[in-house]
């Protein structure tokens, strides 16, 4: 079965800064999707950056990247010049679909809760 | 704005009570998910639909049910609430296409659920 670990409960960063979340997958599939969700004080759940496993090319969102690494089974979420609005907690999360079923599955990490600091 | 609506915003009631919570997803889309998410807790998945059929479930109580209708909204029903059911309740719906280029999960604001 699929697992996402996310080994960092909490973060704190400088504004200004830049912060490395990580996040760990375990998965014998091959195709498969990579999510990082952002949950800010008011609780609503945001898409931060998608990341499809057959690209080898890192994907970005203005301030926000991600290090892809299929092999040591990585993905983690940096954000560049942090804002005091990027204080949430960031949810790691995995997806892989089955086409003969044609199901989606979601699995999502615990949580890293980032604190940023002016 | 997500597109996805959910009702309502917040609920308080007794223990033992029953409540439902509604989900609109977005427009097009097919699936819709709930989740769970008790006070600074990660993200429990309950239960998901795709085109008014179950299709996943997970951690969710015999005292829980949904279903999904026609018109694609959905429908968490809670029943004989304790208090450790006190907590927001995510729905999020997907496009479920066959092809997954552009699958992700968009969320409700969630109903926040105090049970006393």
Redesign the interface.
Known sequence: AQTVTQSQPEMSVQEAETVTLSCTYDTSENNYYLFWYKQPPSRQMILVIRQEAYKQQNATENRFSVNFQKAAKSFSLKISDSQLGDTAMYFCAFMKHRYLSGTYKYIFGTGTRLKVLA | D?GVTQTPKHLITATGQRVTLRCSPRSGDL?V?WYQ?SLD???Q?LIQY?NGEE??KGNILERFSAQQFPDLHSELNLSSLELGDSA?Y?C?S?P?R?I?TN?????G??TQLSVL
């Open positions: 997500s699936s998910y998410q807790q990660g993200l998945f795709y299709r996943a927001l995510f999020a997907s479920h066959e997954a699958e992700k999960l968009f969320f604001s969630g």
